[in-house]
């Protein structure tokens, strides 16, 4: 591997910290779980650069699972997402606080 | 001249993740964030992940962010509605993010990664080799995976229906 | 791992039955079916020798993934039991969605799929994909109510929540990778023992608990455990409250106890979260109004007492954890039995509500504070005895996170006498509830598990080994 393994660690940390401050910054919920996808990406790629690293094809495996789960968390909270919009007409997560914590 | 495309991918996907996050209109966010995949797309390549990267190019961008630009259009939420949080809020956001950075990359910072124990194997990326793994090692994961997506499945079509409720009385007595 | 297939075949033919014309095969073939699975895996859990972990390198575990011992057994059997109750309440907790019901069935089944995977995982990819079944098909049944907009809150809250929790989840679990350089607990178990572990372990493992802690409901990470429990459908937050939080602490019991349970530096910080969790859930649950808020800050308090038993890694440890899980999940399940009957009839779960029902419901009251006592930890009860055996194994590594849970059973008692005053010395004011005939069985079967773990713990006891 020409690059290494630091630069990868360095730059999967900035990517995820995008997405967390993206979770934190952000109202619109759609725009919410982009940045959840942003996350998972930077672990898929985090993942994929200690599988070359160890030449262990098992971490490159592990990013297939965590693909899997990503369409199937996205197909289902894009369908609440709709079911949420169909009652409030927004998906401003600012406006649900009904449920006072 | 592989550093200097690593550097230019790393350049491209951390402004374009930036980009998602500060985007005023979702759908600049979407493509903000295609962008960024195909970035990341570029450094599987780099790593002799080739089959990863076709993979996560068809996973990614075509089936999660067309499902993404499709609810969007759905809804029709391209417009830039979002109220403005306060910009206490905003702050505190950015700083707990740049702690959390500050924190990680510190933590990680000269934490030895072991060295490889396996030989370098430059095939390890292609299908052969992952189909290998894959249906040896890891296949009770691959057949649990499969639970994963039926239980997805049966959860988005519930969610999806339309509710009894909405349907009209006529309709009913016909039931 | 038979137990997970025939689990698995059962929810299918749930979803299939919803083609039938006649829906009344669904509850007999859930219920039925069930109990098969319980059979087979109490069966499997008594052949199991005493100890309660596997030695990992062998060919039952699936090429080190899924280790079914006796550890697993044990907690799949109880989240068989508590799916099995809290399906004979859904006769009429489902009412709001009739159409459904079969889907909604399904789901439950496929989520406890997930927990028996989570609790028998022993490999990093079957943790992360048990945490994902067991909670999408969650993320569903919290909104599984689409008419009512709290529902819909709470599983947009659920979801936001667990989505990003998976995110945390899964940067711990690569950086694990990165410094140890397996996924495997065996791997990851000599790792941590052998070598000098490295900074970057020791953050993946940060961020693996501190995603559990926001599964199991843990604080600081608890905040928004009380919003989605009250928007959920009641039939639901007994699952979630149950079952989910079940298989939470025993997945992150067999992972911490293996991988950190030697080395002290870590308990400190949950040391710490311990206390913090169980004053927070007690405090807080004394101001509520509801009754079903009150139960969701109670079961964030326990989560805290359980906590306990993950400082002195040992046999007894194992046994206090899944004997306290036992007596809490028979009472709460107990305690939502009765206010899903509330909840129909009143509209409401205002203490108010509770009015009187030892005139009007005298079954149903007398259950209801027997399993509130329980909570509380009043002998001669399941309650009583699981805090005992629990604080009395905690005893050896931190007693002044003993006091104060003791302290906080104190506190514990005064809200939930609150209840058991409203029941017992008001006056009624409504009518009495109905009770559907498989409602007063749960009840009956709730106080039979509330009287028989409590007066003769040695039947489970004996059972662990």
Known sequence: MPISIDHYVYLSTVLFCIGVMGVLLRRNAIVLLMCVELMLNAVNLLMAAFSTHFNDPSGQVFVFFIMVVAAAEVAVGLAILVMVYRHAKSVDIGLFNKLKG | MIEILFYVLSFVSIVTGLMVVFAKSPIHSVLSLIVTFFAIAGQYILLNAQFLAIVHIIVYAGAIMVLFLFVLMLLNLNKEAEPNKDIAMKLAGVISASLLMVTLTGALHGSVVPEATLAVNTSNGLVKNLGQVLFKDFVVPFEISSLLFLAAMAGAVLLGKKHPSQITDSEIQKI | ?465
Not at chain 3, 187 to 205: I, N, P, Q
Not at chain 3, 419 to 443: C, G, N, R, Y
């Open chain 3, 1 to 465: 791992m038979k137990a997970l297939i025939a689990l698995t075949i059962l929810a299918v033919l749930a979803l299939f039955v919803g083609l039938l014309k006649s829906r009344k095969l669904l509850l007999p073939l859930v219920l039925l079916g069930l109990a098969g699975v319980l059979a087979l895996v109490m069966q499997y859990g008594c052949q199991c020798e005493g100890t309660f972990f596997h030695q990992y390198l062998d060919e039952s575990t699936y090429r080190n993934m899924f280790s079914f011992d006796k550890f697993a057994a044990v907690f799949a059997g109880m989240m068989l039991v508590a799916t099995l109750l809290i399906s004979m309440l859904a006769t009429d907790g489902f009412i709001y969605n009739e159409s459904h019901r079969p889907e909604l069935f399904a789901l439950m089944l496929f989520s406890l799929c997930g927990g028996i995977v989570m609790v028998g995982s022993t490999h990093l990819v079957m943790l992360f994909l048990g945490i994902e079944i067991l909670s999408i098909p969650a993320y569903v049944l919290a909104g599984s109510n689409q008419r009512d907009s709290q529902s819909n809150e709470a599983a947009l809250k659920y979801f936001l929540m667990g989505a990003f929790t998976t995110g945390i989840l899964l940067f711990g679990i690569a950086l694990m990778y990165g410094g140890s350089g397996s996924m495997s607990l065996d791997g990851l178990m000599t790792y941590s023992r052998h070598s000098e572990v490295s900074g970057m372990f020791k953050a993946g493992m940060l961020m693996v608990l501190i995603a559990m802690c926001f599964k199991i409901g843990i604080a600081p990470f608890h905040f928004w455990g009380p919003d989605v429990y009250e928007g959920t459908p009641s039939i639901i937050t007994s699952y979630m409250a149950t079952v989910v939080k079940t298989a939470a602490i025993a997945a992150t019991f067999r992972f911490f106890a293996q991988i950190i349970g030697h080395d002290a530096a870590w308990m400190i910080s949950l040391v710490w979260m311990a206390a913090l969790t169980m004053f927070i859930g007690n405090l807080t649950a004394t101001v509520q109004s509801g009754f079903k808020r009150m139960l969701a800050y109670s079961s964030i308090a326990h989560a805290g007492y359980v906590l306990i038993a993950f400082f002195t890694p040992s046999l007894q440890a194992t046994q206090s954890v899944v004997f306290y899980l036992a007596a809490y999940t028979v009472a709460t399940i107990a305690c939502f039995a009765v206010l899903i009957g509330v909840q129909q009839q009143r509209k409401n779960d205002l203490f108010e509500s509770f009015n009187g029902l030892a005139k009007t419901n005298p079954l149903a009251a007398f259950t209801l504070t027997l399993a509130l006592l329980s909570l509380a930890g009043i002998p001669p009860l399941a309650g009583f005895f699981a805090k005992y055996y629990l604080f009395s194994n905690g005893w050896a590594g931190y007693p002044w996170l003993i006091l104060v849970a003791i302290i906080n059973s104190a506190i514990s008692i005064y809200y939930y006498f609150r209840t058991i005053i409203a029941m017992w010395f008001h006056e009624p004011t409504d009518e009495p509830l109905s009770f559907s005939m498989l409602q007063k069985v749960v009840l009956l079967l709730t106080l039979a598990g509330l009287f028989t773990l409590g007066l003769m713990p040695g039947l489970l006891l004996d059972f662990l080994g």
